[in-house]
């Protein structure tokens, strides 16, 4: 096969497809907007679910090397309440391992032949240019035709269109993004509070999300249902600012919780969820597909960077299939990515409603007391 297939996106789901392509010795270039692979980093941690995100690494020959980058301790759950009381603390017992998203994305891109990855690629557009082929044309001033271009690029991705007249709208949540360094010498008592994993501090539609990371660092996902319009009017670029706006919606809360905004080392990251249609498709359109959040994002219900890979895995191994009828591997792609995308799009919205709908945090106290939790 002479088909070259042409990645959009250097995230998890891109680089997993380019990697099954690579053991099928099918050639493939992914463009990524990001200068180097070490610009920034790529988030936090991961809980790789065995159906989807793990199964693609083990199809992608990569089972060793993901065990060897487990955060081990990291999967422990504790439940707090505002006072930080705790309400439910869970040893880590294996069965949820944490991984750092760049720890995944490192493993990946160091399986790949050098040169797969071309660097400070940042796609302004993407045209058909007939029989299924697309110019894709970049920020630098330089271009490329593709043979089959897929892309995973995200929420706001610039292959949609070719596809989908969809865009992303608001989903009425909002991350706020912090960091804390050396917390067991420099804020010991927000380590003490965090434990060796995830704590979980909630009410309705607002509370915190930390994980304690690699490297004596705590990672706080600050979540707040609230209109965009309430971020809009704060300067994010004003951090101290920022952060006591932030912290002012959680008036009276314990010091060592406001403390996971008040006291970051680095600004606050604002990270605004937005969200395609959860029955979102296309009709089949030659020589171009997505994957991962291009495809459906949704709100993070947990299965977002597990379902790229698993998108890219499945995408790779149909073209390997029908190398030389490329039509039908991108329908089989598409006729398993639809349902299951729809399925996980629904079961996200559940999983929010339940942790922080008019009950939190009763939602989340019963899913780590061993009960089931919403239904998939």
């Known amino acids: 096969m002479t088909t070259s297939v ?23 270039t992914v463009y990524e907007a990001e200068e180097s692979a070490g610009v920034r980093t790529q988030g936090g941690q991961l809980d790789l679910h065995e159906e989807d995100g793990r199964l693609a690494l083990e199809m992608a020959g990569l089972t060793e090397e993901y065990r060897s980058v487990i955060h081990r301790g990291g999967g422990a759950r504790r439940v707090v309440d505002e006072q930080g009381r705790v309400v439910v603390d869970r040893p880590d017992d294996g069965s949820r391992p944490e991984t750092l998203r760049g720890d995944i994305r490192r493993i990946l891109l160091e399986a790949l032949p050098p040169g797969t990855v071309r660097w400070g690629k940042k796609l302004v557009s993407a045209a058909p240019v007939g029989g299924g082929r697309h110019r894709v044309s970049f920020a630098d001033g330089s271009s490329a035709v593709s043979d089959v271009l897929v892309g995973a690029d995200g929420v706001w991705s610039k292959v949609r269109p070719l596809l989908s007249d969809e865009r992303p709208v608001y989903s009425g949540m909002s991350y706020v993004d912090t960091y804390l360094h050396d917390v067991d010498t420099a804020h010991p008592r927000v380590a003490g509070l965090v434990g060796n994993g995830a704590l979980y501090a909630l009410v309705p539609g607002k509370g915190f999300l930390a994980h304690r990371e690699a490297g004596a660092v705590v990672h706080t996902y600050v979540v707040l249902h609230r209109p965009v319009e309430w971020f809009d009017a704060i300067d994010f670029t004003d951090a101290p600012t920022a952060r006591a706006r932030v912290a002012a919606e ?127």
């Open 6 to 28: 042409s990645i959009i996106g250097a995230g998890l789901g891109g680089l997993t497809l380019a990697r099954i392509l690579h053991l099928h010795d099918i050639p493939a």
């Open 250 to 376: 959680f008036d009276g809360w314990a010091p060592e919780l406001l403390a996971l905004i008040t006291d970051g080392e680095s600004a606050p990251v604002l990270r605004s969820i937005y969200e395609l249609p959860d029955d979102h498709r296309w009709d089949r359109v030659p020589g171009v597909t997505l994957l991962g959040d291009a495809a459906h994002a949704t709100v993070p219900g947990g299965d977002g960077a597990n379902l790229a890979m698993l998108d890219g895995a499945e995408l790779g191994t149909a073209i390997a299939a029908h190398p030389d009828d490329i039509e039908r591997a991108l329908a089989d792609y598409e006729s398993h990515m639809f349902p299951r995308s729809r399925k996980a799009a629904a079961a996200a919205h559940d999983t929010i409603d339940f942790v922080f709908g008019a009950g939190a945090p009763a939602g989340v106290i019963s899913l780590f007391a061993g009960d089931e939790g919403p239904s998939a």
